[in-house]
């Protein structure tokens, strides 16, 4: 009998296999790798500048982070640090997902410079902080505030009593970092300004005489903050300067607004005209020879040179240093610079001239209306309540007149020639009708005849303070004696309370 041997093959790749299999099955698996921590780099690890080449406190920065095991998912920051009671240091570390930042420092109050120690940490998926902040210190150096008046909206040329300026302060540093400002006309003392207040009014004390001294108005404020501002010069050119500090002490060079002529009033009438030249020239003489003395703002003289910016408050102040006002004006629109709004003058005035017959200011307007002309402003500011509108047209002849209503010296006014355009009014409640115009009506055209009307002083019968006429009064002066005696009766007596 034979007998078969077994046969053995030998296959490296097998047994190696399997010795592998062995090793694994038969071996501790161990514990897995500690997660590691985040590693944290600044853009620029160091800044050396010394002396006037130091930053502001206005600085941008930038940082990344990695980490070998995981990824970085936001960075804690800190720039201030105190002391622990065991003797280290405790770090105010906020909260960021970004990887840069513009910083705004704050320089210590009353130092010139300092050193920020910026710190910038990763935090990883798994909540591990880097334990080596990235850090670098930054040197500061204070910037000087810088001071700015506005010279386009500053009273310019000669100016009744009254100047107005709007000023602005910044600071490379910060604006918080404004700590105080000052103001002085021309070589004159200092005085404390509101660092927070960006217009001034000055408005001369009417009770000092010599040395001239002003009231100081922020904003639109009827009341003064303060009451004895000198330096002033009276019929010559002042100029407004301002000037800042910051919290490190260091001040503006010193802003000067464009020279401004500041006139005294020098009668209790102010005559203001939007008129033409002659026309103003027409009034005035009448006024002349009642004779009456009175100051002149022309609003339209020099390209509107003396039209004030703001008109409120600026002619607000300049209407409350005279007990009488002669308010001559025409339809003509005219642009407000401040506002936007395009209008006739005597809408730009309205809400000022309201106020002052409010305070016991006496006011005789005399104007007339365009066909598109927008009342809104003029309701409630003046003793009307609208114009008569209708169709057909409506006009004044050379042979008739305006009447007056009430008893007392008051003349009948005639045109020199045919008067078309005429806009009647409608009276408000609180006020009476004061002239009647005998109107040709044309096709159709219907509709009340008041050209004028008058107001009394919360409602005191011996007191009028406000008269109102919608015909420009020189349209109706066939006469120059007539004329003259409207307006003195009007100003030098029913105004003479």
């Not at 003392?189 to 009014?201: E, K």
């Not at 401004?260 to 009034?283: E, K, M």
């Not at 003793?383 to 009948?412: C, E, F, H, K, T």
């Amino acid at each position: 009998m034979k007998v078969i041997a077994p046969v053995f093959s030998f296959d490296p790749l097998k047994i190696l296999f399997l010795s592998m299999v062995l090793v694994f099955l038969g071996c501790d698996r161990g514990k897995a790798n500690e997660n590691l921590p985040p590693d944290t780099k600044l853009a620029i690890d160091s800044i050396n500048l010394i002396g006037p080449n130091r930053l502001n406190s206005i600085v941008q920065m930038s940082w990344y982070g990695t980490d070998r095991d995981g990824y970085v998912v936001g960075y804690d920051i800190s720039i201030d640090s105190t002391s622990s009671p065991d003797g280290g240091t405790n770090y105010n570390w906020k909260r960021t997902f970004k990887q840069d930042s513009t910083f705004n420092f704050s320089i210590p109050e009353g130092q010139d410079t300092t050193d920020i120690k910026l710190r910038v940490r990763s935090i990883d998926n798994e909540g591990l902080i880097d334990p080596t902040p990235a850090s670098v210190s930054i040197p500061l150096k204070n910037s000087p505030p810088i001071a700015l008046i506005d010279k386009v909206t500053q009273s310019a040329g000669t100016n009744i009593g009254v100047l107005t300026y709007k000023w602005d302060a910044t600071d490379p540093d910060g604006d918080q970092t404004i700590q105080s400002a000052e103001f002085r006309f021309n070589e004159g003392s200092w005085f404390a300004l509101d660092p927070n207040q960006s217009q001034v009014t000055f408005v001369l004390n009417e009770d000092l005489i010599s040395p001239f001294q002003a009231e100081l108005y922020y904003g639109n404020n009827s009341e003064p903050s303060y009451s004895e501002v000198t330096g002033i010069k009276i019929d010559s050119a002042n100029i407004f300067q301002v000037r800042v500090t910051d919290i490190a002490g260091a001040s503006s060079t010193a802003d000067s607004a464009l020279p401004a002529i500041l006139t005294r009033p020098s009668s209790n009438l102010l005559f203001v005209s939007s008129q033409t030249t002659v026309i103003t020239n027409l009034y005035s003489g009448w006024l002349s020879e009642i004779p009456i003395g009175f100051d002149i703002l022309d609003l339209e003289a020099n390209n509107g040179e003396s039209r004030p910016y703001y008109w409120n408050p600026t002619f607000k102040h300049m209407l409350s240093q005279y007990e009488k006002v002669l308010v001559v004006t025409n339809s003509d629109n005219a642009l407000d610079p401040f506002t936007g709004l395009t209008q006739p003058l005597l809408a730009h005035m309205a809400l000022a001239l309201q106020q002052y017959c409010t305070n016991a200011g006496k006011l005789l307007t005399t104007t007339a209306f365009g066909p598109s002309t927008d009342l809104s402003p003029y309701l409630g500011s003046f003793p009307m309540n609208g114009i008569v509108s209708s169709s057909g047209q409506v006009r004044l002849v050379p042979d008739s007149a305006i009447i007056p209503q009430v008893s007392g010296n008051y003349p009948d006014l005639n045109p020199s020639s045919i008067l078309i355009g005429i806009s009647p009014i409608i009276p408000s409640a609180d006020a009476e009708p004061f002239y009647r115009a005998q109107l040709t009506k044309l096709s159709g055209w219907q509709g009340d005849n008041i050209v004028g009307v008058r107001r009394k002083y919360l409602g005191d019968p011996n007191k009028i303070n406000e008269v109102f006429f919608s015909v420009e009064l020189h349209r109706v002066a066939a006469s120059d004696t007539a004329l003259k005696l409207i307006l003195e009766q009007i100003i030098q007596y029913d105004f003479n309370w």
